[in-house]
């Protein structure tokens, strides 16, 4: 992939006041040389922008998600992601006509205005392979490429506003999973020991709440360098493990929630 495709693109977010960073090459990962505090170094500044894809041309380009952006956006992933939505739509209606994204796995990306508020990530919580990316998040965007397959716009459409019963949904999850920030030694064991397709998601992201949630005088209980590397050996021991890049994504996201507050 040449530079003008994806400095364009990134320059194009960055006028709309949407803050981006460049990812590894190929990968999900930030740049840790170029942008040292991940999604948290995500700029609208143009300048930054053309050094940063002028320093590493073949960067993929990510924009971060929440407030800051005033986007949401739904990860639908692969054909058991779509049957979960599928399921949640005919319990609860169907979803707007919106701006998506196909993405290398075979899912889509559903974008949607910010309702206000705070919209915290989720990873599997709404179905299996449903995550959100809200405060805290990011998402690869067009025209970067994983595993040699390029992320595409499919519907353009402007944004929808979040749909109410997709917003109750997320606040709910979340309130029967508080233990994201408190799981007990017992599931750490567990999830460490490596978890089922079904379930890594979702474990992987409670492990690191847990690892990265306020311990004594307010400090989270790990350095966020050790929180990645046990998350990462956790990833590893899943059935079947868990790509390293889908790992690094989840600290990052809880990393960028726990850590700010």
């Not at 143009?46 to 739904?74: C, E, H, Y």
């Not at 990011?138 to 749909?163: F, I, K, M, N, W």
């Not at 999850?173 to 079904?198: I, K, N």
């Amino acid at each position: 992939m040449t530079a003008a495709p994806m400095l364009t693109a990134a320059l194009r977010l960055a006028a709309t006041g949407r803050p981006v960073f460049p990812c590894q090459p190929g990968g999900k990962a930030p740049v840790g040389e170029l942008v040292p505090r991940g999604l948290n170094d995500a700029t609208t500044n143009p300048d930054q922008i053309r050094k940063w894809f002028a320093a590493l041309p073949s960067a993929n380009l990510a924009l971060r998600t929440g407030a800051i952006s005033r986007m949401i956006v739904l990860d639908v992933d692969g054909d058991e992601g779509a049957a979960s939505l599928r399921a949640l739509e005919r319990e609860l209606g169907e979803l707007p006509t919106t701006k998506s994204v196909k993405t290398p796995s075979g899912g889509r990306h559903f974008y949607f205005r910010h309702p206000g508020g705070h919209v915290r990530n989720s990873a599997g919580q709404l179905g299996e392979r449903l995550d959100v990316r809200g405060d805290g998040g990011y998402v690869l965007v067009p025209p970067s490429v994983v595993s040699g397959r390029p992320y595409t716009p499919d519907d353009e459409a402007r944004p929808a506003p979040l749909p109410r019963w997709l917003h109750d949904r997320v606040v709910s999850s979340h309130t029967r999973g508080r233990s994201t920030g408190s799981t007990p030694p017992t599931e750490w064991v567990v999830t460490m020991r490596g978890l089922p397709a079904g379930e890594r998601n979702q474990g992987l992201t409670r492990l690191a709440g847990y690892l990265l949630g306020r311990g004594q005088r307010g400090r989270s209980r790990v350095e966020p360098l050790l929180a990645r590397e046990i998350v990462l050996q956790a990833a590893r021991n899943c059935r079947p493990p868990l790509e390293e890049a889908e790992a690094i994504q989840i600290v990052e996201s809880i990393a960028g929630r726990e850590l700010l507050k």
